[in-house]
């Protein structure tokens, strides 16, 4: 069939131009891909994609706060047991004050020292208890109360122990004195007692630590998959779309060259006329 030459319709440049303008369009897109490294920015590309993107993405950022609250139990968790270890280092000392204590060998003037060192013992046990505060949280006082941390996207929480019972027994301890071998056995009872508390405190606070370390970490492998995830759907394969984005451009290019080809023939009408 005869193609038709014509000054009013030249079909080839339109034909030429619909192609120019596909190719276009495709690398419009393919440039988008690999300025952002996404193949999916809109729900215009895929919709489904970019709605189940969107939603991994709201995920991540519940991710990073429930993160945050982990990160924020373990610093309590952190700041009580470091108060908790010094303390039970302290009633190491105390008792070795309380041991001299019972020596009826002393004189007065050297119970009197004795008495006042224990004193004074005691006294940095309460300093300890007081500053093994995080963030407005102090897990050793007497009103202290047991934390939930949220653990999970879900709303799910773990708890770190209020360890408020050793407050009694150091307060117990406070109230003795070694100013006479009586006392000062008295006060051995009052520490072991402090003592035992002391040491429970030490394997609640261990037991909770852990607990947070390892939910932090499981939490963090679980964004790690996430992110993953949202990669396998929205990255784009930049070697593939390199590879793309040359041969669009030299359809382009041949596009462009169709295109002035097209165009000529109306002016080789011209021709035919003169």
């Known amino acids: 069939m005869a193609i038709q030459n014509s000054i009013n319709t030249n079909i080839g440049a ?4 619909q192609n120019l303008n596909q190719v276009n369009t495709k690398l419009d897109k393919v440039q988008n891909r690999v300025s952002t490294g996404l193949k999916v920015n809109s729900a215009v590309d895929d919709a489904s994609s970019f709605s189940i993107a969107q939603g991994v993405r709201g995920n991540l950022k519940a991710y990073e706060a429930v993160s945050q609250g982990l990160s924020n139990g373990r610093g309590v968790a952190a700041v009580t047991l470091a108060g908790a270890t010094a303390i039970s280092d302290l009633l ?8 001299e204590g019972q020596n009826a060998g002393n004189t007065t003037e050297q119970q009197s020292i004795l008495n006042s060192d ?3 013992l005691v006294a940095q046990i309460n300093t300890f208890i007081t500053n093994a505060t995080y963030n ?4 050793l006082s007497a009103a202290s109360t047991s934390i939930n941390v949220i653990a999970n996207v879900d709303g799910s929480t773990l708890t770190i122990r209020s360890n408020s019972n050793f407050a009694f027994h150091s307060s117990n301890l406070g109230a003795q004195n070694i100013s006479s071998t009586v006392a000062a056995t008295t006060a051995l009872s009052a520490l072991f007692l402090a003592t035992a508390s002391i040491n429970t405190v030490l394997g609640n606070l261990g037991a909770d630590t852990r607990t947070l370390t390892f939910q932090d970490d499981f939490v963090s492998k679980l964004v790690d998959a996430t992110s993953e995830g949202l990669g396998s759907i929205v990255d784009a394969d930049l070697a593939k779309e390199s590879s793309r984005l040359q041969a669009l451009q030299v359809q382009q290019q041949l596009s ?3 295109l002035n080809i097209a165009n000529g023939n109306s002016r080789n009408l011209i021709n035919l006329f003169q």
């Open 14 to 17: 339109f034909v030429a131009l």
């Open 92 to 99: 190491g000392d105390v008792q070795k004050k309380i041991t």
């Open 118 to 120: 224990f004193r004074n």
């Open 136 to 139: 407005g949280r102090n897990l």
């Open 256 to 258: 462009v060259t169709t």
